[in-house]
């Protein structure tokens, strides 16, 4: 039987015992192995730092954010964890449950010295030697501690219901958008606009290949998009939701809202990854360019009020 099959069907059965999302954690470390940490995903997750500061620098030249809203930060906070090095004070952590954990910090701070030491700045252009520094001493510190010397501020629970305080220069995502429903993402739109401080800017990093794909290198990327509405919703399941959107549909989801597209970088998937014939007949409708995106970084500014 295909890994990927195994994995779906070991998470729809996990979601059906009571408490589940206590016992996913370990089944994530000891099971499944996604919690492992690979010089490939903390590089590409550090990158994202880069993407995201750039599209901030592209309106406010020479100067960082001053509050960032990071919608999703995930198991490891990494992107927080970059901003950080490249001299960002504060950032607002969320996620619907609490999976980060301070305590972790170590761990991962560890393997990016043993792995990426030496490429840092490469990988985050606006890196600053004294900013590790100071993070190795805060690393000395009790773990609850070490949160409010990074600047941070970790937020857990439904964001439309507690929402942050305050409103932010920058308000990014990563890789979190695509495991949202549409219902969601509809509530979550105008939320974001309204945190936005005026001239602020939104950047949303959008991963749309099949997330089974990199559990099983076996299948292509789009291989979920062979199966109509009715078969998918037996395979998704919570632990590991994936709405399957395209390109197409986020764009369509900006003007829904009429919120501004200011830049929108898609990353376009070789052609022999790719092969729409065999997508279900729902799916057709999509333009060439929605049809190899793997991946977008979709980027809006909020004007300053005259």
Same mark, same amino acid.
Not at 83 to 94: A, I
Not at 188 to 209: E, I, N, R, T
Not at 286 to 296: D, L
């Given at each position: 039987?295909? *890994?990927?099959?195994?994995? +779906?069907?070991?998470?729809?059965?996990?979601?059906?015992?009571? /408490?589940?999302?206590?016992?996913?954690?370990?089944?994530?470390?000891?099971? %499944? /192995?996604?919690?492992?940490?690979?010089?490939? %995903? &903390?590089?590409?997750?550090?990158?994202? &730092?880069?993407?995201?500061? !750039?599209?901030?620098?592209?309106?406010?030249?020479?100067?960082?954010?001053?509050? &960032?809203?990071?919608?999703? *930060?995930?198991?490891?906070?990494?992107?927080?964890?970059?901003?950080?090095?490249?001299?960002?004070?504060?950032?607002?952590?969320?996620?619907?449950?609490?999976?980060?954990?301070? $305590?972790?910090?170590?761990?991962?701070?560890? %393997?990016?010295?043993?792995?990426?030491?030496?490429?840092?700045?490469?990988?985050?252009?606006?890196?600053?030697?004294?900013?590790?520094?100071?993070?190795?001493?805060?690393?000395?510190? $009790?773990?609850?501690?070490?949160?409010?010397?990074?600047?941070?501020?970790?937020?857990?629970?439904?964001?439309?219901?507690?929402?942050?305080?305050?409103? %932010?220069?920058?308000?990014?995502?990563?890789?979190?958008?695509?495991?949202?429903?549409?219902?969601?993402?509809?509530?979550?739109?105008?939320?974001?606009?309204?945190?936005?401080?005026?001239?602020?800017?939104?950047?949303?990093?959008?991963?749309?290949?099949?997330?089974?794909?990199?559990?099983?290198?076996?299948?292509?990327?789009?291989?979920?998009?062979?199966?109509?509405?009715?078969?998918?919703?037996?395979?998704?399941?919570?632990?590991?939701?994936?709405?399957?959107?395209?390109?197409?549909?986020?764009? +369509?989801?900006?003007?829904?809202?009429?919120?501004?597209?200011? $830049?929108?970088?898609?990353?376009?998937?070789?052609?022999?990854?790719?092969?729409?014939?065999?997508?279900?007949? *729902?799916?057709?409708?999509?333009?060439?360019?929605?049809?190899? +995106?793997?991946?977008?970084?979709?980027?809006?500014? !909020?004007?300053?009020?005259?």
């Amino acid at each position: 039987m295909p *890994s990927w099959i195994i994995k +779906a069907s070991s998470q729809k059965l996990l979601t059906a015992i009571p /408490g589940y999302r206590h016992w996913y954690p370990w089944c994530q470390r000891h099971f %499944f /192995g996604s919690l492992q940490l690979s010089p490939y %995903f &903390v590089k590409d997750r550090l990158e994202h &730092v880069g993407r995201h500061l !750039k599209a901030w620098q592209q309106i406010h030249p020479n100067r960082l954010p001053e509050r &960032v809203l990071e919608f999703g *930060s995930g198991w490891y906070p990494l992107v927080p964890l970059g901003l950080y090095l490249c001299g960002v004070k504060k950032v607002v952590l969320t996620d619907r449950y609490q999976l980060f954990k301070p $305590a972790d910090l170590d761990k991962l701070i560890n %393997f990016i010295e043993d792995e990426l030491w030496d490429k840092l700045p490469e990988i985050l252009p606006g890196f600053q030697q004294a900013r590790w520094k100071q993070l190795k001493e805060i690393l000395q510190l $009790a773990p609850e501690q070490r949160l409010s010397d990074l600047g941070w501020t970790y937020q857990v629970g439904d964001i439309l219901q507690k929402p942050p305080t305050g409103s %932010f220069d920058l308000l990014i995502s990563n890789n979190t958008f695509e495991h949202l429903a549409p219902k969601l993402l509809n509530a979550l739109m105008p939320f974001f606009w309204q945190c936005l401080k005026p001239a602020g800017v939104m950047s949303h990093y959008v991963d749309m290949v099949d997330h089974y794909s990199y559990f099983d290198p076996s299948l292509p990327a789009f291989h979920f998009l062979r199966f109509s509405p009715r078969q998918w919703s037996w395979i998704e399941n919570s632990l590991q939701a994936q709405n399957r959107w395209r390109l197409d549909d986020y764009q +369509a989801l900006w003007e829904r809202h009429q919120l501004p597209i200011d $830049a929108c970088w898609p990353e376009l998937l070789p052609e022999d990854r790719i092969a729409p014939e065999q997508w279900h007949p *729902s799916f057709h409708h999509q333009s060439e360019t929605s049809t190899r +995106a793997g991946y977008v970084q979709i980027i809006s500014v !909020k004007k300053e009020t005259p």
